[in-house]
């Protein structure tokens, strides 16, 4: 009876929901099910209110899995035969560091004491499957050996696995207006030209330009990485960092450590090198700098030296293999884009005791290397500035070292790298009537040392949120000043001396879904204009969603409201160009596909033309 056809009737109350449409690059699975039951219920209860319910359902298909799963069965023919003799241990040909590293960054945050989101390991897994080779995969999925070969192709898999859905979903019951069903791509003429006209509309209004930028990035497919395209880290976006450059002092009278008598140099075939070697701590806080006691390191974390490229110079840095791989895209390392050359293997260990130039120090020329257990070798360089005074591990760290003669023993300090250096007062916060807040609040809570680590987190918090919002400089060039304007400062200053450099990386772990841990690297582009780059577009964005009374965005609840404004307020320019996956075309530059998920943020109005345009069976627009 054609009960679920929605029509125009004018008069009559009006009723739309939508389901996100779903990636086909597989069957639908119940999570799929379960999150369009609630709205079909509710387009349900709404017709039986006795409204006009639109409620369409549609199949997304632009981005890079489609086109990476099938170019993975064409390598995997072309290297094991059609069909192919796989090695019998099964290895997996791409980077399986994804769910590794996953764990690891749960691992962090627990220790850390951070709050939030469970893991997502059943989506995560879910997108990635089990690591095993494509063939497989499509085995798994019930093909034979004889049909997997045509899916080498991205079109297959768009006119069988959208199609399989449709009638998946009639068996399953959903009840919705199927004329009105298609798929993305310009494989859909009709939907193609909907998505260019959008873009078109952008760029005439300002709101599209081109240039180079930081973005996360999948080296396996040395492409973007947009929020489509992951399996981990979806709305994670790059991170910039100061990156401080901290001279290993190489004179007998600093390179013979303790450790070093004990166990050997095994830098020290680098000192004859002509070449500057710097530990390089990446932090958030430039400004902190003049307040340095001493640098940390994990004494059981790998360390790697490699060779970098400043100006017309070439320097070492001592960093972690994770910051390696984010700056040979950055156009740091001497091995050129993508590439590092690793001069030397150290462990945190081979570290302890050594003395670094601490540059903007205003008491110390130089300082010395301590341990601190909680550092995490997959965040930053592996090197931490300490900065007692305004950071409240680095306070721990320090009493610990002081306190305890075995403590120094066990990492091989000597009194002279240790007692003489005590916190510096750099910052006058408010808040706390302080000067060394970090000091301050951990007596006050209690901590014994920096194994407390959840407590320490928390006061951490207060100190980085107050010192920002209300600090005020109280040494350096920049006394007097606010710290929220001396930060920039500072960090520009300390790079035009040559003690800095900025570095990227991204805020959290992210992998791809063909199982690429990201990194950031700087790509042409073509990108939304959004946050500060077009601020009367993000205030007029803001006061939509605001709104008065019955006016703008109704939530429903206020909480939701409140997370709309957050990333209203949080999100920048956003990259929606990619040179590799299934799309649309950029109507005035060919050669970029639009990203996957800036082609789907109003396709909700296509669904009130599509059977118009297509017809009522086709999901093409071919008929």
């Known amino acids: 009876h054609k009960v679920f056809v929605a029509e125009p009737n004018p008069g009559q109350s009006k009723f739309m929901c939508t389901f996100p449409y779903p990636y086909m690059n597989g069957y639908l699975h119940l ?57 019998v241990d099964n290895e997996v040909i791409e980077d399986n560091k994804g ?157 013979q450590t303790p450790f070093v008598k004990k166990n050997g140099d095994k830098l020290g075939f680098l000192y004859d090198s002509g070449m500057k070697i710097f530990m390089v701590a990446a932090t958030l806080r430039p400004e902190t700098m003049y307040g340095q006691t001493n640098c940390f390191v994990l004494p059981r974390g790998q360390y790697i030296a490699i060779e970098v490229v400043s100006g017309d110079n070439k320097e070492i840095f001592i960093c972690s293999e994770h910051s390696a791989r984010n700056m040979a895209w950055q156009e740091m390392t001497a091995a050129g884009e993508g590439e590092y050359n690793i001069l030397a293997k150290v462990e945190g260990w081979d570290l302890l005791g050594r003395a670094v130039r601490a540059p903007n120090s205003i008491n110390y020329d130089h300082v010395y290397v301590y341990p601190l257990l909680t550092i995490s070798m997959d965040k930053g360089s592996g090197i931490v500035t300490s900065v007692p005074s305004d950071a409240p591990p680095d306070y721990a760290a320090l009493v610990d070292a002081k306190k305890d003669e075995e403590f120094r023993m066990k990492y091989y300090l000597t009194d002279e790298m240790v007692m003489p250096f005590e916190v510096v007062p750099i910052i006058h916060i408010p808040e706390f009537n302080s000067d060394q807040s970090a000091v301050d609040l951990c007596i006050a809570e209690g901590i014994r040392s920096q194994n407390d680590v959840v407590a320490l987190e928390e006061i951490k918090k207060k100190v980085y949120k107050y010192g920002f919002a209300q600090g005020i400089m109280l040494c350096g060039d ?106 649309t075309p950029l109507p005035w530059d060919k050669k970029w596909l639009i990203e996957s998920l800036s082609d789907s943020t109003i396709y909700m109005a296509f669904y009130t033309i599509a059977h118009i345009l297509m017809g009522d069976t086709s999901l093409d627009g071919r008929g």
């Open 31 to 87: 999570g799929h099910a379960f999150t369009m039951s609630k709205a079909e219920f509710r387009a349900g209860f709404e017709r039986m209110q006795g409204k006009n319910v639109l409620f369409p359902f549609a199949f997304h298909c632009t981005g890079l899995p489609i086109a990476a799963s099938a170019k993975k069965i064409r390598d995997e023919m072309e290297k094991f035969g059609n069909p192919p003799q796989f090695p």
């Open 99 to 255: 769910e590794e590293e996953e764990k690891k960054e749960e691992s962090r945050k627990k220790k850390c004491g951070k709050k939030g989101k469970k893991p997502r390991h059943a989506k995560a897994a879910a997108k990635k499957g089990k690591k095993k080779y494509q063939w497989e995969i499509m085995q798994d999925f019930g093909f034979p050996d004889e049909e997997i070969p045509r899916f080498a192709e991205p079109e297959a898999w768009l006119s069988y696995f959208p199609r399989l859905g449709r009638e998946h979903l009639r068996r399953f019951g959903l009840k919705t207006d199927w004329r009105r069903s298609f798929i993305t791509t310009e494989v859909n003429a009709y939907y193609s030209k909907f998505i260019e006209w959008q873009f078109k509309l952008l760029r005439e209004r300002g709101h599209i330009a081109f240039g180079n930028r930081p973005t996360v990035f999948a080296p396996i497919e040395k492409q973007p990485c947009l929020d489509h395209d992951r399996s981990v880290g979806e709305t994670i976006t790059p991170q910039q960092y100061t990156l401080i450059k901290m001279e290993l002092l190489t004179g007998e009278k600093f390179s």
């Open 478 to 583: 920049f006394k007097g000043e606010k710290v929220s304007i001396a930060k920039e400062k500072c960090q520009k200053q300390m790079i035009e001396r040559g003690e800095a450099c900025i570095y990227w990386e991204p805020e959290s772990l992210v992998v791809s879904r063909t199982g690429s841990k990201c990194v950031v690297a700087f790509v042409d582009q073509w990108f939304l204009k959004y946050g500060s780059d077009s601020p009367d577009w993000q205030q007029a964005v803001r006061e939509h969603v605001e709104g008065q009374e019955n006016h703008g965005l109704e939530c429903y609840n206020p909480i939701a409201k409140e997370q709309f404004l957050y990333v209203v307020d949080w999100l920048q320019n956003w990259a929606c160009s990619r040179e590799f996956g299934l799309g």
